[in-house]
């Protein structure tokens, strides 16, 4: 009897951070091999789409439909959402198969049941075995469909337990204890509030093997980078990376998304694994920290819960660190993120951030500048707007600061409480956007893009003209147009703050 054939497609977007839908891929891979069926890893390097809706360019999309032709499976999965028309030509070049969205990134626990509810082809008893995962043997081998220059970097996200435990009483904070919310503890406010995951058996072990597996079976010259999404991997650091070790695992990056104060907990640790890691050819790297606002009103709203003398002290760490163990602990310039604007900022808020900002060599101001609150169904911080009027029935144009990560995601826009702050946003997009290197599509933002400081060879740095737009709002008479407020900066005379 001919052998059912199992095709996994990964679309690879060319940002990192986009890069964490296939977590269960290499399970798939081993729980083919455990059924009896052939399995086959492809992969197409993407230009992240923020909607979520790839469309693929013509020659991609006939490098798809000639791997599924060529290959002929009973069953193709793919981590992204196509636009509709797209998905109907690649379902039609599959007569006799079918083509799924499985976008799995969270939990594993329920990889067998899930599996057989989606593919019913798929029989046997060890779909509904308890420890399934511990039964399964990882799959790596992939093959990359087209040229993109990033296809080959395999980055793997493993998911092993909570990726984040931190729970404060919605008592203990003042903008929140009057609301009727349905929990009586919540974590950041702007996120949601799922249940505490389920580890996956001992995250020690989970973790470790999945990665051994992966360095054993992957050729040498291939890229190995994994990210780490367990807390309770993180508070066990210098345990997971003797037990690496153990498994003769290298040539691979650890990548940790910790909390600021976490990090600052782990510093002992850090430095008692830093020569292991040197020695065995590993590396660790510092992704993506929140601060995510230096005004102690705007953290409370957030329920951050760090402080801007905490986030200083990480940096100094973090920049310590990466001097002193090149290659070995890694965060690059401009990797800590914040949510700059909230429909509650104010004027002084925004000078508080300013001045933080501007002694932080972690963050990059052409990106903070254009960061706001994007507010979702669910979230406590959604609940407090509805409550303060702050919500609206209409929003602007699409946005996603990228806290959008799933199509049937919407925003809920809103408005902001200080029409001054509203002013400044505006500014700040073309600010940022001007940073970036965008090309001005009008006078207005020609005129904001010659605002910007310029030092050497260094990238033009927005902030100065941001903080003196802030200062000047400070004071009054205030502009009450961005026209006004712009000309009003060009003709001062640049100068740091």
Known sequence: ???????????????????????????????????????????????????????????????LRAELDRLKPTVALINEHLRPEQWAALAKALPGGRLIYWPMESSLEALGPTFESLVPEAHGPVLRNADLLARLRPGFRRRALNRAPWVNSLLMRVVCGAACVYRTPVSGNPFYRKLRLPSPI?????????????????????????????????????????????????????????????????????????????????????????????????????????????????????????????????????????????????????????????????????????????????????????????????????????????????????YNSGCIIQVEQHEIPWRFKHPEVALLWQLSQRLSAAGRGQRPSDTLDKTASGLLTRSGDSPPNPLPAFRRAVALMLRRPRPRTLDRLVELLARESPRDL
């Open 1 to 63: 009897m001919k052998r059912k054939r199992l095709l996994l497609i990964e679309l690879l977007p060319h940002e990192p951070e986009r890069q964490f839908r296939t977590a269960a891929y290499p399970w798939l891979m081993g729980l083919a091999e455990a059924l009896g069926w052939q399995a086959s890893w492809g992969a197409l390097g993407v230009r992240y789409e923020p909607t979520l809706r790839y469309r693929l360019d013509a020659g991609d999309l006939a490098l």
């Open 186 to 398: 919540m974590g950041c406010s702007f996120c949601a509030s799922f249940p505490l995951q389920k580890p996956a058996q001992d995250v020690v072990a989970f973790a470790a093997g999945e990665i051994a597996q992966a360095c054993w079976q992957l050729p040498q010259d291939v890229e190995r980078r994994f990210e780490l999404r367990c807390q309770g991997l993180w508070v066990r650091l210098e345990e997971f990376i003797r037990e690496l070790i153990r498994l003769k695992a290298s040539r691979a990056e650890l990548i940790f998304m910790p909390r600021i104060d976490e990090l600052l907990a782990a510093r002992a640790a850090l430095r008692r694994c830093l020569p292991l890691l040197a020695k065995h050819d590993l590396a660790l790297r510092i992704y993506g920290m929140g601060v995510e606002n230096f005004s102690p009103q705007e953290n409370l709203r957030l329920n951050k819960g760090v402080t801007a003398r905490q986030v200083h002290e990480a940096v100094s760490f973090i920049t310590a660190t990466v001097k002193a163990w090149p290659g070995r602990f890694l965060c690059e310039p401009g990797r800590l993120s914040m949510i700059l604007f909230t429909p509650w900022t104010t004027l002084e808020d925004l000078r508080i951030n300013g001045e933080h900002i501007a002694v932080c060599p972690l963050i990059n101001p052409c990106c903070v500048l254009g960061q706001r609150l994007q507010l979702f169904e669910d979230r406590p911080i959604t609940q407090l707007a509805e409550h303060d009027g702050l919500v609206v029935k209409r929003g602007g144009p699409f």
